[in-house]
């Protein structure tokens, strides 16, 4: 299996608490996460490199986050054109420190209960839902990323065999 992990470059935050701010682990940490309101949307991975045939097998999340919420997390969801379930962290804060959750979402061999093909998966988008913790509590967060695994289609002999999937040509040609 080969993986491959992006930070995202947009962002939908309704109530503008900077969390673009995620877009990189270069601690500028976004102001506190509002725990009840609308969801934070993550969006347009550009990093995610997955080839063609390729078959999808697992999405995680990872962030670098803390909380004033002992053995707590918020929810996540993914989407591929669909939202998934909201799942809780593997592993909640334990000590209300700094800490990265990897994976702290999902796993390697976790669809999320979706079907993905590589564009799906180079197009996700994670979504957020704090209203989960318990009341008072807040979030902040470094970093925010998405890792991808995947089996790659198998070429042998010049021929391809995929594992699942179509090959799709976007430019170019393809002489036999």
Excluded at 27 to 39: E, K, M
Excluded at 116 to 123: K, R, V
């Amino acid at each position: 299996m080969a993986t491959t992990i992006s930070f995202p470059t947009a962002v939908i935050d309704p109530d503008s608490t900077n969390a673009h701010n995620c877009f990189a682990d270069d601690g500028v940490n976004t102001l506190a996460l509002p725990q009840i309101g609308n969801d934070i949307t993550w969006s347009t991975f550009t990093g995610l490199s997955i080839p063609a045939g390729a078959t999808i097998d697992g999405i995680e999340i990872i962030c670098e986050a803390t909380s004033n919420s002992y053995n707590q997390s918020p929810d996540f969801a993914v989407y591929n054109g669909a939202w998934s379930s909201f799942q809780n962290c593997v592993d909640h804060w334990e000590n209300k420190s700094w800490a990265t959750k990897d994976p702290g979402w999902g796993a390697n061999n976790d669809l999320w209960g979706l079907t993905w093909t590589p564009t799906s998966a180079a197009n996700i988008a994670i979504k957020v839902d704090l209203s989960v913790m318990t009341s008072g509590r807040i979030m902040y967060m470094d970093f925010l990323q998405v890792r991808v695994t995947y089996t790659p289609g198998i070429i042998s002999n010049g021929k391809i065999t995929l594992s699942s999937g179509l090959i799709q040509l976007t430019s170019g040609k393809i002489s036999l």
